[in-house]
């Protein structure tokens, strides 16, 4: 398990300001493959969706095999998409709980940009060093570190998705 990387991958639209875009650094970085292209994405991936029905959790590892995706992307274009997206049988889980700690969201649960997306599911999934590599690339790294940490030990070792749902309910005011 230590040592070993989830794929990542990225459905870019052209949709935000490219300086700001994590996405795109990650790229630079080489640490995502960029799609702008939803026929590129894996089938079968884990798929980091605000709206699903489930909570990202441990018991997720064998999808992140087949990748983990990101849409960057507005909303409008979110809601194109995601009925494109049912060929792709992709695993569509949400985030718990946690704190934004990028620059135009800080402090505000839930408010992720890609990067801190890719960051939260990767430490929950137990990909930890791929987790804090990412981080790594930006000046918020740390400080979502210490902004979760202690939801993120929680998630980290839960069972399932119900339990990541009951062990929320601590973290959340």
């Not at 702008?36 to 959790?57: M, N, Q, V, W």
């Not at 983990?68 to 060929?87: A, Y």
């Not at 790594?136 to 979502?144: A, L, P």
């Not at 929680?154 to 749902?165: G, H, N, Q, T, V």
Request: aromatic letters at 12%.
């Amino acid at each position: 398990m230590e040592g070993e990387k989830a794929r990542l991958y990225v459905y870019h639209a052209r949709q935000d300001d490219p300086k700001k875009c994590t996405a795109r650094r990650m790229k630079q970085f080489g640490l995502v493959t960029m799609y702008e292209s939803i026929e590129k994405l894996p089938f079968g991936a884990i798929l980091l969706d605000p709206t699903a029905g489930k909570a990202i959790s441990p018991a997720d590892r064998q999808y992140a095999q087949k990748g983990i995706v990101v849409l960057d992307c507005t909303w409008e274009e979110v809601e194109r998409v995601f009925p494109m997206l049912k060929v792709k049988h992709m695993e569509n889980r949400a985030l718990p709980y946690m704190l934004a700690a990028n620059p135009m969201n800080y402090g505000r649960p839930f408010m992720f940009n890609s990067a801190e997306a890719f960051v939260a599911a990767l430490y929950i999934l137990g990909y930890k060093e791929q987790a804090f590599e990412v981080a790594s690339r930006f000046k918020w790294g740390e400080t979502f570190f210490a902004l979760n940490r202690e939801p993120l030990e929680a998630y980290a070792a839960a069972k399932d998705s119900a339990d990541i749902i009951e062990i929320q309910k601590e973290f959340m005011p």
